[in-house]
Structure formats: C-alpha cells, structure tokens
C-alpha cells in the first residue's frame, strides 16, 4: 500500500471519530497527485472513515455506563433528547452519518442505542462512500 493511500486511511479514520479532521481535502490531493488510482483512493478513506465510525459506536454502546459520574460531557437532558431523536428517526437516519458536525454524534447514539454493528456498519459505509463518490466526481469535472 502505497504512503499516500496509508495517509488517506488515517485522515479518514481520526476524521470518523470525534477527533477533528478533513478527510475530503486529503483525498483530493490524493487525487490531485494522479499516483493513486480514483477507486483506490473512494476505498480507502471509505474503508477508514467507516471504520472510525465503528469506533463512536464502540464508544456509544458503553458510554451509558458512565452517565452518573461528574466528568459525563453530556447533561442528562442533552443525552435524553439526542437517543430520542435517534429512537424516532431509526437506523436510517445514518445516512446523516457523512455529514459534519452532526455525523459523529450520530455514531455515536447508535452505539448508546444498541443498533446491531452489522446494520450499522453496512448503512454508515453507504452514507460514507457515497460522500467520497461525490467528492472525486466534482472533483475529476473541474480538475
């Protein structure tokens, strides 16, 4: 696996977590750079960034253990409404998942709210390849 591919992994792996990141301008140098074909290029940060996912959900699905203890981030009444919204809007409301800010909380409530990683892992990489087509497409029209 070429340096440039490796780098596209982890921009789009720590941008998927709650870690700050621009996934989207490393893979347009990436593809800027032509030594990487376009499909390798939507694989890996999709790969990576799904699987950045994977960890909020990790997260989410043990972070209730901690709600009663000072340093929780979020007061109760946050964590309430957010796993209520999740609950109305269901799984497929992680076709957000790509979208920032709201993204990676979203991850992470489907962890808190126990959607099977199996569905969520299949609906997030949809969600996350379906942004990285639409970069590279807008991309190879203007470039």
């Known amino acids: 696996m070429s340096?440039?591919?490796?780098?596209?992994?982890?921009?789009?792996?720590?941008s998927a977590t709650l870690l700050p990141?621009?996934?989207?301008?490393?893979?347009?140098?990436?593809?800027?750079?032509?030594?990487?074909?376009?499909?390798?290029?939507?694989?890996?940060?999709?790969?990576?960034?799904t699987l950045g996912s994977c960890i909020n959900?990790?997260?989410?699905?043990?972070?209730?253990?901690?709600?009663?203890?000072?340093?929780?981030?979020?007061?109760?009444?946050?964590?309430?409404?957010?796993?209520?919204?999740?609950?109305?809007?269901?799984?497929?409301?992680?076709?957000?998942?790509?979208m920032p800010v709201v993204g990676d909380p979203l991850t992470v409530i489907a962890g808190v709210s126990r959607t099977p990683l199996v569905l969520f892992t299949a609906i997030v990489a949809v969600a996350k390849a379906l942004r990285y087509l639409a970069v590279a497409g807008v991309f190879k029209l203007v470039w």
């Open 21 to 49: 990141g621009s996934s989207e301008a490393v893979l347009l140098g990436v593809l800027a750079s032509a030594k990487v074909s376009t499909g390798t290029a939507i694989a890996a940060a999709t790969i990576g960034n």
């Open 57 to 98: 959900w990790i997260i989410g699905r043990f972070f209730t253990h901690y709600r009663s203890r000072r340093w929780f981030p979020v007061p109760d009444q946050k964590f309430d409404h957010f796993t209520a919204w999740y609950q109305r809007w269901g799984v497929w409301s992680l076709l957000l998942s790509w």
């Open 3 to 14: 340096s440039l591919v490796t780098a596209l992994f982890i921009s789009a792996f720590t």
